[in-house]
């Protein structure tokens, strides 16, 4: 079928409305030889749009028989997980390319020379990435259509970012890989963020979000230049020996004296920024009390407050469009399958067949228990014709959580196994297993504390070696009745008890390996290595895994498992935001390398390097800050999470201005910007909304059921703010799809 061809049109008889005579549509032949054809048709682009609103993907593409084959291919997840593994690859040739990271240590004292591949072997591996990207823009620009492509600004800077890494990628071929900068290197995250439109939706709310952020940045710069010049003007160094102190280490001149109230702004070189003064006169104790009053705890936690309220409302916004393409798909589903009542031919006795609607679900891409819940309320609709509030009623589903039903219990037939059931699958005998554990874990700690001043080879761990093995007997038998009284299936249908069996799985192996090499205990037992473990070795790998196994009280205690529910949800909706922190993270570490590499050199080597004897305390020198470097991309990394974490920053920041120059702090102080202060504080508002609303969904649902067990499980980040969008108007979703570029409705 070609472009222009209508793809939803309905011969209505003398309704007035009718498609024109000459484009044939997917239903325009009701009898006849193409009824068939027609009606795959509308199947096929059923299946389609149902495919689109569960993936809340736009269903702006060409819709014709061949399209749609290709289109379902293409998000098929054999296709997805190529282009993922192809973006991983590409990401990952930063660890293998020069300078390469591999290395035992990243210290400048003990590195040894890296291994690097030859000039042309990450280069095949990135050229063969470069074309599946190709590939991909090429095939996501024809799905699109040639206008639509024009108008979408991520496929132009795709089409930009491929020309030009495909250029700097020939460039470093014709120079046998000697170039100094490979500029394509800062392109390599576009390729993840173009292929997520979480992420899309992330950065476009961050920009939008800007403005605001920047208004109390603004505040916080004039803050930091006022106090700035106060100090200057107060720690003139004519009065006293604590003046001069502390002009000479932190208010030297305008730059040392910024960097140090910018650090101090984040509490770093707190107390020591004001202990030279304050020792003198308590009363400069005020200038910096003052400081940190207004910075730290009023406009950064205001810097806090804005970014959250912001970001939320325009994350909101964006997730209200994602929420109309999954109505708008549905009803494009709808209107596609949508069939006369019988012997009528106006559009209001129009309907969509159940039979119609479970042969396309058949076919659809979904999430099988999803799946199964809408195929059973649609056979519970006989042969009516659904409507179309009945139809975008039953996709309603997806916003729920499929709840898992767990399989029956054996029946035993005698009283003595009936009553034993009963007994070892009532809650309070996990109860009596959580207590057991904490028992086990009290013992482990005594222990740690009586040996804490005694080397491993002279310790005596009779005691220890045989209260592990009652408590280990204890977990097998516990493990046992609970299969007993629950049946296995019903056992492993349990997320808590499949960790607790495996933990007790690997403890009788590693202690039935123990008694094996070092037999029993026994007073005095301290016997020699043996194997590939000693025995101090295998008796603490068995006390951390009893330690990992304490974690089963947290189902138990219903506020720790909100808290812990939070946190697995933050797990599984940090994708996007994880993958911002990717992309800034890969970015400002190829710029380091670019900046920085080489610079830090051994101590003794330079003038600029010496010995920890002539070496001021608190500096990088001393406290052989060594390893952190931009030498490699491995190292860059972890660098750059140090200086994150903001604990002892200056010395990054003092140490790089020697070593470089004093314009470095600029690149410190946007890595901070943009990791602590955005992102940190993006990721604090993330964790305040999941944890109210399940705070708030928890209260509701134990107010209407009194079941204050009951809890409620968010599957994607759309779903987090469900209860708070709008749902599409039906005028609103018509008009839409009458706008469709490559779909015409005609009634």
């Keep these: 079928m070609a472009e222009s061809d209508p793809l939803l049109s309905r011969a209505r008889g003398d309704s007035g409305r009718d498609c024109p005579a000459d484009l044939p549509a997917c239903r325009s032949v009701l009898v006849g030889p193409g009824a068939t054809a027609g009606w795959d048709l509308c ?104 206008a639509q492509f024009r108008r979408n600004l991520w496929l ?3 089409l930009v970012v491929l020309a030009v890494s495909l250029t700097d990628w020939t460039v470093s071929l014709s120079l046998a890989c000697q170039e100094h900068l490979r500029v394509r290197r800062l392109f390599r995250p576009f390729f993840l963020l173009q292929n997520s439109s979480m992420m899309k939706k992330t950065l476009k709310c961050i920009r939008w979000s800007l403005p605001e952020m920047a208004s109390v940045v603004l505040l916080l710069a004039l803050h930091l230049c006022v106090f700035t010049m106060l100090g200057m003007l107060l720690f003139t160094g004519e009065k006293d020996d604590g003046q001069d102190k502390e002009r000479l280490t932190y208010f030297r001149n305008l730059p040392e004296a910024l960097t140090s109230l910018l650090v101090l702004l984040t509490t770093a070189n707190n107390p020591d920024v004001m202990v030279p003064a304050y020792s003198k006169n308590r009363a400069y104790a005020i200038f910096f009390i003052i400081f940190t ?50 012997g009528g031919a106006h559009p209001r ?32 609709y006989d042969d009516s014709l659904l409507s179309a509030h009945e139809f975008q ?23 003595f196994l009936q009553s034993a059931q009963f007994l070892f699958g009532h809650r309070y005998f996990n109860y009596l297993g959580n207590l057991i554990v904490l028992g086990n874990l009290v013992s482990i700690c005594v222990f740690l504390v009586i040996d804490a001043d005694v080397l491993p080879r002279d310790r005596d761990d009779f005691v220890l070696g045989i209260l592990n093995c ?65 025995l101090w070795d295998m008796a603490r790998l068995v006390n951390m895994l009893i330690v990992f196994r304490f974690l089963r009280i947290v189902p138990s205690m219903k506020l720790m498992a909100v808290v812990a529910s939070t946190i697995l949800d933050l797990i599984k909706n940090m994708r996007a935001f994880g993958g911002i922190l990717v992309v800034v993270y890969y970015v400002f570490a190829i710029i380091g390398i670019n900046l920085f590499q080489g ?49 002892n920053w200056q010395v990054f920041l003092d140490a790089y201005r020697r070593y470089s120059s004093p314009w470095s702090k600029i690149y410190f102080v946007l890595w901070w910007l943009v990791s602590s202060v955005i992102w940190v504080n993006l990721f604090l508002a993330l964790i305040l909304e999941n944890f109210l609303h399940k705070w708030d969904r928890r209260g509701r649902l134990q107010s209407l059921s009194g079941d204050p067990e009951t809890t409620y499980e968010m599957s994607s980040v759309e779903l987090l703010f469900r209860d708070i969008l709008e749902e599409p108007t039906e005028e609103e979703l018509m008009e839409k799809l009458k706008h469709h570029p490559h779909l015409r409705l005609c009634r």
């Excluded at 810097?303 to 912001?310: D, G, P």
């Excluded at 042969?359 to 309320?377: F, P, T, W």
């Design 349 to 380: 006795g129009a309907g969509v067949r159940p039979q119609d609607l479970l042969h396309v679900l058949k076919k659809a891409q979904m999430g099988g228990a999803y799946k199964q819940a809408i195929m059973e309320k649609v056979q519970s």
């Design 599 to 647: 610079i830090i050199v051994p101590p003794g080597n330079s003038s600029l390097a010496p010995d920890n004897s002539s070496v001021a305390c608190g500096s990088y020198e001393q406290l052989e800050y060594w390893a952190n470097n931009f030498d490699d991309f491995a190292a860059a990394l972890v660098t750059l999470w140090n200086v994150m974490v903001v604990n």
């Design 293 to 342: 009053l207004i910075g730290s705890l009023f406009l950064m936690n205001l810097l806090t407050a804005i970014i959250y309220n912001q970001f939320r409302g325009y994350l909101m916004k964006s997730l209200q469009a994602s929420l109309v393409r999954k109505r708008l798909g549905t009803r494009a589903a709808y209107e596609v399958l949508c069939a006369p009542a019988e």
């Design 156 to 158: 132009l800077d795709y």
């Design 393 to 415: 009623k039953l996709f309603n589903e997806l916003d729920k959580k499929v709840t898992k039903e767990h399989p029956p219990r054996p029946e035993y037939r005698s009283p």
């Design 43 to 146: 199947f096929d682009q059923a299946v389609v749009f149902i495919e689109d609103a569960v993936q809340y993907r736009s269903i702006n593409h060409r819709m014709d028989a061949w399209s749609m084959r290709l289109y379902r291919w293409y998000y098929s997840g054999v296709c997805q997980w190529v282009l993922s593994f192809t973006i991983f690859l590409i990401l990952s040739l930063a660890f293998v390319e020069t300078p390469s990271s591999f290395t035992r240590t990243s210290d400048v004292r003990y590195r040894a020379a890296p291994w690097n591949p030859p000039c042309g072997l990450t280069e095949s591996v990135e050229g063969l990435c470069l074309l599946v990207f190709a590939a991909d823009l090429s095939v996501k620009s024809y799905l699109v259509g040639w």
């Design 470 to 534: 009652v408590f280990i007997l204890y977990y097998l038998a516990e493990m046992l009745l609970k299969v007993f009284a629950l049946g296995l299936r019903g056992y492993l249908s349990y997320p808590s008890n499949v960790f607790d069996g495996l933990l007790t799985v690997i403890l009788l192996v590693l202690e039935i390996s123990t008694l094996a090499v070092y037999r029993f205990p026994h007073p005095g037992w301290k016997p020699e290595m043996q194997g590939l473990l000693s």
